[in-house]
């Protein structure tokens, strides 16, 4: 049995462009794993292909199923394992197993998180030798959050999100998730920007080189709180009326800064220490949504 842990992550800021032709956003976004998990494990099937059971974790057994009832060329392990496949020229025997923690749809990048998983796992248990940059061109191919989750800890993210800047970690800190009980696809947020949004290409390269240099001074927490901005946050507001709700209890609570994470809809809040943390989350009041007390993901190298 082989298994390895698929780390959620959360976006302490992200600036959005204008689509490309493709239609595709330009994005520069500070990105950090955190100590939520879902769990992936594989054994050795002969002759059986590859196969994926998904099973539920505390993210409840809707989200498992949702995930379960994906075709395919949707589900992103699955995708992952293909184009791994692909790569190695070789077919691959096995049957996996997801235990779902991360809300699915909720701006956590669980599903991409996923993705970097099986192509971590594969790679050990049949002891590939795929380069460097192979593997980040397979994990783009996957999604574009993908790449990230190859590397973990914190990075800048620029491009669609596969241009990768390793940073030094951030001042200590821990962090409230609150999600709520329902996802909202990245698709919808996005579109909805390009409704309300009037940003510009050359706007959007002077806010990035702008939050660029201000991370040469994030030397204690206040300066981290202090960068928190979300552009997608907004438009998801417009669509999903409960992420005002959980911002506005956390903030009553004490939470030095709050923002949306990703595409939305979860909301986290940052506090100086976990102890401080935990106070706030016990405090809040929001029977639909999973709050959860977090910590940065340590990486194992």
């Known amino acids: 049995m082989y298994q390895v842990k698929a780390p959620a992550k959360i976006n302490l800021f992200l600036l959005v462009g204008p689509p490309r032709s493709g239609g595709y956003h330009p994005v520069c976004s500070l ?10 494990r594989a054994r050795r099937a002969p002759g059986a292909g ?30 992952a394992a293909r184009a791994l496949e692909r790569a190695a020229g ?32 594969l790679t050990a248990m049949y002891e ?5 940059e192979e593997m980040s061109r397979l994990a783009l191919s996957v999604g574009a959050d993908v790449p990230f989750f190859l590397e973990e800890g914190v990075r ?12 030094p970690p951030l001042p200590g800190h ?20 390009d409704e309300l949004s009037a940003v510009t290409a050359a706007g959007f390269h002077s806010r990035c ?23 997608l946050e907004l438009p998801a507001t417009a669509i999903c009326r409960d992420i005002k709700e959980a911002k506005q209890q956390l903030a009553a609570a004490g939470c030095a800064a709050v923002l949306m994470s990703g595409s939305g809809p979860t ?3 940052l506090f100086p220490d976990e102890a401080a943390a935990r106070t706030a989350a016990a405090s809040l009041q929001l029977d639909s949504s999973r709050i959860l007390v977090v910590k940065p993901h340590v990486t194992a190298n």
């Open 31 to 40: 990105m950090e794993a955190v100590s939520l998990y879902d769990t992936l």
């Open 50 to 79: 590859i196969t994926l059971r998904i099973l539920a974790g505390e993210a409840g057994g809707s989200d498992a199923a949702a995930i379960g009832g994906l075709p395919p060329e949707k589900n992103t392990v699955l995708r």
């Open 90 to 121: 070789i077919s691959f025997d096995a049957e996996l197993e997801l235990v779902k923690q991360i809300p699915v749809a909720a701006g956590l990048g669980g599903g991409s998180s996923d993705a970097a998983a099986a192509l971590r796992l």
């Open 128 to 132: 590939l030798d795929i380069p460097e």
């Open 156 to 167: 800048l993210a620029e491009g669609v999100g596969e241009r990768l800047t390793a940073l």
């Open 174 to 193: 821990a962090i409230v998730l609150v999600a709520p009980g329902f996802a909202l696809a990245a698709s919808a947020a996005y579109q909805r920007f």
């Open 209 to 231: 080189a702008a939050v660029r240099r201000s991370l040469s001074s994030l030397d204690d927490f206040d300066a981290l709180a202090a960068m928190l901005e979300n552009d």
């Open 267 to 269: 909301v986290f809040g």
